[in-house]
Each structure stands twice: as structure tokens, then as C-alpha cells.
């Protein structure tokens, strides 16, 4: 596997994980008789905002993945990159959407940062070398 073949494979997964929380938004809605927004019910903001929030940092993070891989960066970087990442996404999504891990919106939040920070500093480690 290539470094560019590792990214494509966490890009794939993260795309199935932004269809589930898509989905979870779908259904919330239709359950709660909201047509757009939240409507003021906690139920649809939950899944908006897990959504949302996904979306706010999946584009950094998978293009980082990317870039890192088509400019040289290891296929083992590449999968510690990808796997902090879409275990921090799975971890958040447990914490704040599914109340299942009450610790896992803080550990989704720092797996997420990390990683965003990793990424960029490799990136500009690479530029300057």
C-alpha cells in the first residue's frame, strides 16, 4: 500500500462516518417533525451539531492526509494520522451524539487537535526541507 492508497483508505472511512452522521440528522428530524434547523429540540441539535461538527474538521485533517501523502510522507504516518483521527471523530461522536462515553467528546476533541496539529507541523516541516 502507498501512502497516497493509506489516505484514500481513511478518506473512505471517514466518508461512511459522514453518511452515518448524516443519516442520524435524517432521522432525528423526521422523529421530531423538524423540517430545517434543530426547532429548539435537543434530540435534532445533538445530531446537527455532531454533524457539524465533523464537518467543521474532516476537510483540514483529510486533505492534510493527502498533501502529506503526495508530497512523501510515510504510509505508517499516514495511518497513525488517519487512525487518530477517525478514532477521535468515533470517540466524539460518542461522548457528545450517543451519551454512550462520557469522557469521549474530550478525548475526540484532543485525538482531533492532534492530529490537525501533527499534520500541519509535518507540512511545514516538508515545505522547508
Request: include cysteine; aromatic fraction near 10%.
Amino acid at each position: 500500500m502507498t501512502s497516497l492508497e493509506a489516505a484514500g483508505f481513511w478518506i473512505a472511512l471517514n466518508a461512511f462516518l459522514l453518511i452515518f452522521l448524516s443519516m442520524r440528522v435524517g432521522q432525528a428530524r423526521m422523529k421530531n417533525k423538524v423540517n430545517l434547523g434543530h426547532g429548539d429540540n435537543d434530540d435534532v441539535l445533538v445530531a446537527v451539531r455532531c454533524h457539524g461538527n465533523y464537518t467543521e474538521y474532516a476537510p483540514a485533517a483529510l486533505l492534510g492526509l493527502t498533501v502529506l501523502a503526495m508530497i512523501g510522507g510515510a504510509m505508517l504516518l499516514i495511518h497513525v494520522l488517519g487512525g487518530m483521527f477517525f478514532t477521535g471523530r468515533i470517540a466524539h461522536l460518542a461522548g457528545l451524539g450517543m451519551g454512550a462515553w462520557p469522557k469521549g467528546r474530550m478525548v475526540g476533541t484532543l485525538l482531533t487537535m492532534l492530529t490537525l496539529f501533527i499534520t500541519g507541523a509535518t507540512l511545514i516541516f516538508y515545505a522547508f526541507s
